[in-house]
């Protein structure tokens, strides 16, 4: 099976397949499913960040007309699950462990009717102390976020990345309960590399948890049998297999008796894997009754699974000829109220884009009476790399460096040993930064620093530059691929196309079975039917599925071919595929059409088998990706605001199987960055009230704050992906604050230490003089 021949399709630009029937407002998420008798779910959430429940009476409720019933988590049977996985103990057991941690459910004819049923129920609360602030929480005598004991069965890392995770959680003395930490990550001695550097850069950085803002809001809908034994759930999820098995585990049912239906997902991010979806398949069990349950937007905010706060101290040591001797790191990471196994895919992220002979990289994860975090494109990824290059910015600094230089000196390579004990495969951070260093923007950096726009006068402009890489993720995966009676083809895939992937999908076929996109349908049947995948989640759909993809296409070609060959009493191999005709080659007029092989294996009496190919795929090493980016900035000197004028993002592909969808995905993650960077962040007060509860608190970029972006595709193929493909999806958000703080840097000379670097701590900055404090320029 060919996979990076020249091609014809593959590269060329197509239009998402559900683009359509989005932008007209015709597809049907999952709250939008109607089911006859349906009932409507509302959550009752803690006021408290930290407390024990004595009572909750449901009484009242059960009075408000329309209400027809309230659960908590022992009279829905819950009361035995393991506390420590939102998942499988979706309402609290004893104690609250943050504001907004649901405490009943309440299920009403109408959504009036359960909303003020839920209004009404009644909670007694013994509040205990409230553990909000990560570093406080890891002192020996810090209080604990939960009072009792329970032990970690936290979700592995696999299904966002195919690093393996080396060794067992360790213990550290003089830490308190709440810290969970990672065995440390090492390579040579880290003291004997400090010792040879010449040039020793140390900083402290911090960020806050940031929401996934996905358009659709966390919705489920699920409908019972009449006898409650199967269960029909239409969720707003990255993975189908994952919730049929959080329900199967959560209610103790057979997995074949619970059938997940496709339905669009309005925006995911890796917020969306299994939330809501066993309470609500318990609710509907339990009343034999459809039940639908869709959290505001405020609910959202309080109660889903924003990506971690982090604190992280970089150290790095160099010689005066730019050779890294040293890299230490240590990652605090606020996993909330619950475990966060991406602590340890965490401290990998500053292993990944350096070579270097000595690395010491520690994580804890530290739980807080915070909601339990979760994945956010690219897991930890932009907290680490803006820690990480930035001080690399400040390094270059004081060697006096040039940035990309120095980037390049150090760079990963084919063939370089990994924190692992592995070797790199080829990667393209290379290619990525030669391209960068040719753009326009760098060459005449000096004449851009000079060119504010009019409106902007006083204005200071800055250049910044960061690196960036994704492991890749891995994950078995299978499709189908039949011919239908008019000679099309559909594809069927157990994959949620979050990011535009049945495009490319249905380009792989089309290429590998030599028709027109159009002919090729991507299509989505539930688990009943469907072949397995994995979540959508890791940039690893195309990488994975499309494998199986084109497995599938060629099982089908070759079924085509022996049946062609036969009619026409030639051998499969002297004959070609064209323009829907399967002809023996140089005997055009020789020919047999697809719609007749199709009328010869779908049909009564018909001699053929149906065409029907399937394919598998198991790639058992990602491919990471790399991506080089450039920003130019503004900053007012006078109030601390910074607008990024103009963004360049250089972004190894593998091979854009449909590059108008990389360079959309590229687009996406920027501006997402600069959410990052200048705007996100969810803030508690000292008792864990979430004070930006509401997007009128929560800062999310608008239209006008998008710069022009510019995207890059470097293409150096993957060995493993079809026609060479890489993930593309998680890489463009990971660099984007890391260079807009080196802008910033270049601008007006302070180092921000801080996300998001609102003008608030721009001016305090300026103010301040952290920039001169923390410049590292020798001559102070």
Sequence with gaps: MIQTAQSALVGTSLPRQDGPDKVTGRARYAGDQVVPGMLYARLVLSPYAHARILNIDTSLALAVPGVVAAFTTETLGMAQADTLSRAQSPLAVHEVVWCGHPVAIVVGETEASAEDGAAAVEVDYEPLPAVIDTEAAMQPDSPLARSRSEVSSGIGVGEHTAIPQEGAEVKEKGHSQNVSQTRPLKTGDIEAGLREAEVVVECTYRTYPVHQSYMEPQSVTVAPSPSGHHLVIWPSTQGMFSVRSAVAQALKMPERQIRIEPVPI???????????????????????KPVRLIFTRQEDLLAANPAPQTVITIKLGAKRDGTLTAIQARLILDSGAYPNPLAWLSGFHFSSAYRCPNMDIRCDA???????TGAYRAPSGPQAYFALE??????????????????????????DPNIMHGRWPRIGLLECLEQLQQHPLWLQREQARQEAPAELKGWKIGIGVAIAGWPGGTEPAAALCRMEQDGTFTVVVGSVDVSGSDASLALIAAEELSMPAEAVNVTHDNTDAMP????????????TVGSAVLAA??????QVFTIAAEMLEASAEDMELRDGKLMVKGVPEKYVTLQQIAANSMGFGAPYEPVYGRGRSANRVSSPAYTAHLARVAVDPETGEVRVL??????????AINPAEVEGQIHGG??????WALLEGMTYDEQGQLLTSTLMDYALPHSQDVPTITPLLVEVPSAL?????????????VPVAAAIANAIRDAVGVRMTQLPMTPERVYASLREGNGRKQSYDPQQ
């Design 646 to 655: 103009d963004y360049v993002a250089v972004q190894d592909v593998g091979r």
């Design 366 to 372: 530290v739980q807080t009476n915070k909601p339990g």
């Design 390 to 415: 930035s001080t690399v910015q400040e390094l270059c600094q004081q060697l006096g460096m040039d940035p990309i230089q120095f980037r390049q000196i150090n760079a990963l390579k084919e063939g």
């Design 266 to 288: 309005g925006g995911g991010f890796g917020g969306k894997e299994t939330l809501l979806e066993p309470l609500v398949a318990a609710v509907a069990s339990r009343l034999r």
């Design 532 to 543: 397995y995948s994995g979540i959508s989640a890791g940039s690893k759909t195309t990488y």
């Design 670 to 675: 920027v501006v997402q960055g600069i959410g």
């Design 553 to 558: 296409a060629h099982d089908a070609r070759k």
């Design 721 to 733: 992906g079809p026609f060479g493909a890489k993930g593309v999806g998680e890489p463009p958000v």
